[in-house]
């Protein structure tokens, strides 16, 4: 096994290796963000705990995809996370 690679969470802007992080993905034509690790494009890094899925500001993911969110897509974006969280186990 390599080294795990190092991501930066957007929201607390905390480097953490990779797999204890969940990728966002906003490929076109989706409405709002996905959490899928494969999506080609831009990504964008998040723990998967409620303190950082808290933190999530619409500016963070306008950052990581350059782009405008909505508040509909901001809603979206967080559902997914806490979706997310739920699956790895997260605890925070
Ligand atoms: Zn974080």
């Known amino acids: 096994m390599g080294a795990d690679p190092r991501r930066t969470c957007i929201a607390c ?14 490929p076109a034509g989706t409405g709002q963000p996905v959490v899928d690790r494969l999506a080609p494009g831009r990504g964008a890094w998040l723990h998967p705990t409620e303190s950082c899925i808290g933190a ?4 963070d993911l306008a950052r990581a995809f ?16 806490r979706a997310a969280a739920a ?6």
């Open 13 to 26: 802007r905390t480097a953490d290796s990779a797999s204890g992080l969940v990728r966002l993905a906003w």
């Open 56 to 59: 999530l500001r619409p500016g």
């Open 66 to 81: 350059r782009r405008t969110v909505s508040p509909d897509e901001m809603g979206g974006a967080v559902a997914a996370c």
């Open 87 to 92: 699956r790895v186990g997260g605890s925070g």
